[in-house]
């Protein structure tokens, strides 16, 4: 009675210093499924720029490519609804002349993401294309039955989550959009179509030492990807490894075309840290990095070094956060991304010890908080 007692007195305090926190409990007796405090990265302190796949998008049709005999300049409409299943990987709009003629006479069939989705449909001065959103413009002319128009949905702003609410704009070639993207776990991205795609947003004035997280994955191993990007520090993955910069490159890893969680502590040199899918190992802890912070436009790529392949979230906190912060950021990503992280066992949290009732005490590694009340509680 004594054990269950304290128990739930640790439950009690445990959600009264953090209402805004609810518990789960899931994967006990194996590895975690799920993280036991299910957090968000706000229930965290300085937070100052949050950007994810699924919020703060709006979309805008890119310009339509047309293609056979003489075509006339059809054009597309509208704002792209987010809940048809847009996807950055194929062309996602698609009309079809199939039968000759002038407007008003020539029939077509349309396509969403190469899926049929209208047959013999008439030519007119303007036709809404299902609940995509968009309009299909038909100008006065004649229409051959080998005429092709296609154009996708492109990214015309992604605002920040954080109180700051940056807005990032294309400055360069467009960034595409995901609505569900099985590379993480069926979670929306963002993506840039080219290695010279850029996002740019406000100027921010914060420095060193910061924590930056991106969930990412990239369509090629380029020679530079830039993610958020100011001048003079960049965070980048090089083909050679993952690094800050600024002034000298120190890369770390191995970068591939998988999903990863990247964590970059840029705390002056000597102090920062490069984390990649753990929350236990850092691959380097002597990089080189300057000490001036961000003083230029927040970026995602930039001119010569865009950024090629799909992002899923970036967070970005002022100052170096605890381990258990740490754990609590890496359990979010995984239970929300399912990518493979390490199996965080060892509760660097004290309220991650204190709810993981079931488990051994020598599993569980405390930070900041008395070892012998926690181990009481099992």
Do not use: C
Not at 92 to 100: A, F, K, N, Q
Not at 120 to 140: H, Y
Not at 241 to 251: C, E
């Amino acid at each position: 009675m004594k054990r269950l007692a304290l128990a739930l007195l640790a439950l009690v305090f445990a959600f009264a210093v953090f209402p805004h926190e609810r518990v789960t409990h899931a994967g006990i007796g194996g590895g975690i499924k799920a993280p036991l405090v299910n957090i968000t990265p706000a229930s965290l302190p300085g937070l100052f720029l949050w950007m994810r796949g699924d919020k703060g998008i709006v979309l805008t049709p890119s310009a339509v490519v047309a293609t056979g005999t003489t075509p006339p300049a059809v054009t597309l409409t509208g704002t792209p609804s987010q809940s048809t299943a847009w996807s950055a990987a194929t062309t996602s709009i698609e009309i079809d002349i199939t039968t000759l003629g002038a407007r008003g006479t020539a029939l077509f069939t349309w396509k969403l993401n190469g899926v049929t989705q209208q047959t013999g449909q008439t030519t007119a001065a303007t036709f809404l294309l299902g609940s995509t959103g968009i309009t299909a413009n038909f100008p006065t002319g004649t229409y051959a039955a080998n005429n092709v128009y296609t154009s996708q949905a492109v990214l015309s702003s992604w605002t920040d989550l954080s109180a700051n609410a940056v807005v990032f704009t294309p400055a360069t070639v467009a960034f595409a959009w995901n609505a569900s993207d099985a590379t993480f776990g069926g979670q929306a991205s963002v993506t840039g179509i080219s290695t010279n795609s850029m996002l740019a947003g406000a100027t921010t004035t914060q420095i060193q030492p910061l924590s930056v997280y991106v969930v990412f994955m990239l369509s090629a191993v380029n020679a530079q990807q830039n993610f958020v990007w100011t001048s003079p520090t960049e965070i980048n993955i090089l083909n050679t490894g993952y690094a800050p910069y600024a002034g000298s490159y120190s890369p770390v890893g191995t970068p591939d075309t998988g999903a990863h969680a990247w964590l970059s502590v840029l705390n002056g040199a000597g102090a920062s840290q490069v984390w990649v899918d753990s929350s236990t190992t850092a691959l380097s802890t002597a990089l080189s990095i300057g000490s001036s912070g961000w003083g230029a436009p927040l970026r995602l790529g930039n001119t010569s070094a865009g950024f090629a392949g799909n992002v899923a979230e970036i967070f970005a906190f002022s100052g170096v956060q605890t381990s258990g912060q740490r754990a609590l950021m890496f359990r979010y990503i995984h239970a929300r991304y399912g990518l493979t992280v390490a199996d965080n066992d060892n509760a660097t949290d004290w309220r991650l010890a204190l709810l993981d009732l079931p488990r051994a005490p020598v599993n569980d590694v405390l930070v900041g908080w008395p070892y012998a009340l926690a181990s009481g509680l099992h």
